[in-house]
């Protein structure tokens, strides 16, 4: 018995395998930054890519004091791909910008097109050599 296949289901079943692959190797480096990555405090489920964001559309303020409520005061989020320590007390808070303030304050500069050209850094602070490496210790 003969089967032929049309090519719009042969580019339907070619999609569906290049999509599964880059998945499945999207959740496989997600789980292997989560095992190789230092210790970091409890937090809700994320999924990746996206994090915690469907956990937070309405009223993220009430969703993150029910999620204190089972995690603690001092909880983890992943904010898309970034991963956020959030302080929901007022010791918390402390304990974050006082004590852990040089460790927790870095913050993601982009490194992907740094001009050279002092004109350049008078409008756009993005392109500012001298921003890009103060404050890290």
Not at 25 to 47: C, D, H, K, N
Request: charged share 15%.
């Amino acid at each position: 018995m003969e089967m032929h296949f049309s090519s719009n289901e042969n580019v339907n079943n070619a999609l569906f395998f290049l999509i599964s692959v880059f998945m499945l190797v999207i959740i496989l480096a997600e789980i292997r930054l989560r095992r190789t990555s230092a210790p970091i405090p409890p937090g809700p489920f994320s999924w990746p890519v996206i994090g915690n964001l469907l956990q937070l559309r309405s009223n993220p303020h009430i969703k993150l004091n029910n999620m204190a409520q089972t995690y603690g005061p001092i909880m983890s989020l992943r904010l898309g791909a970034k991963l956020v320590v959030v302080g929901l007390s007022p010791k918390a808070a402390s304990e974050i910008l006082k004590t852990h303030d040089s460790i927790l304050s870095a913050r993601h500069l982009s490194y992907t097109h740094p001009s050279s050209s002092p004109k350049l850094n008078k409008f756009a602070i993005g392109f500012a050599k001298e921003c890009m490496n103060t404050g890290k210790t």
